[in-house]
């Protein structure tokens, strides 16, 4: 059983469409994150959820909007797309108890692609 | 905001050799995760110190968390071709639902 899945894995789509991506958790976490990686590989945080509530939204354009519908989901809908939008998007999970490891259970991640 | 930089950004050994990666953050972090990332994959957990100061080994890894809490360190004795990704340190800061990763160390190990 996976424990963190997203879909698609791949997404190929022209300027100006607007796609979602999907994520679902069947860990029993309290959070979960959307983190986009650029070429570079670098990792960056653009949103937090706790118990369906967004907590964190790291000044990502509104375009972006994510939903949560259930604590266990977390999808990605972005709108316009741009060419710089072109990455690969990891949701993840957690459980954020004091004392206890609060490791993040990564998705396969999506590979997004603007042309 | 929070930054945390990682040394060096990438770094090509023979097997055989060891490796450190250096993770230091511009605030005070409640813990410090890392993580390993294959070629294609995602990054998947490795472990997590709490305490200044702190030493953890993992067979050929050793990883430290500075006495301030704000640096790390990953030590790979004798690397071998598996080891080859990108490592990533990843801090928490206290009170936040928020792990901000490291820029990443990609390791490349020749046979």
């Known amino acids: 059983d996976t424990a963190v899945s997203q879909t698609p894995k791949y997404l190929v789509t022209q300027m100006g469409n607007d796609k979602s991506i999907k994520c679902e958790q069947n860990?029993?976490?309290?959070?979960m994150y959307w983190y986009k990686q650029d070429s570079k590989k670098f990792l960056k945080i653009m949103f937090s959820?706790?118990?369906?509530?967004?907590?964190i939204n790291e000044t990502v354009p509104n375009r972006f909007s994510p939903k949560s519908p259930d604590k266990a989901h977390l999808n990605l809908h972005i709108n316009s797309l741009e060419l710089g939008d072109s990455a690969v998007y990891f949701c993840?999970?957690?459980?954020?108890?004091?004392?206890?490891?609060?490791?993040?259970?990564f998705g396969q991640g999506t590979r997004l692609t603007v042309v | 905001g929070q930054q945390v930089m990682q040394i060096p950004q990438y770094q090509h050994v023979q097997e055989g050799e060891d490796f450190t990666t250096y993770c230091n953050s511009s605030?005070?972090?409640?813990?410090i995760q890392w993580y390993k990332q294959r070629p294609g994959g995602h990054p998947v957990f490795l472990i997590q110190?709490?305490?200044?100061?702190e030493v953890k080994k993992q067979k050929r890894l050793t990883f430290q968390f500075g006495e301030a809490k704000k640096n790390s360190s990953l030590h790979i004795t004798a690397t071998q071709t598996t080891d080859v990704g990108t490592y990533f340190c990843a801090g928490r800061v206290t009170g936040f639902q928020k792990l901000v990763f490291g820029t990443g160390t990609r390791l490349l190990v020749s046979p």
């Open positions: 860990l029993g976490h309290d959070t």
């Open positions: 110190l709490v305490k200044s100061g």
């Open positions: 605030t005070t972090l409640s813990n």
């Open positions: 959820y706790n118990n369906k509530e967004l907590i």
């Open positions: 993840a999970s957690s459980q954020d108890l004091p004392g206890l490891n609060t490791e993040a259970f």
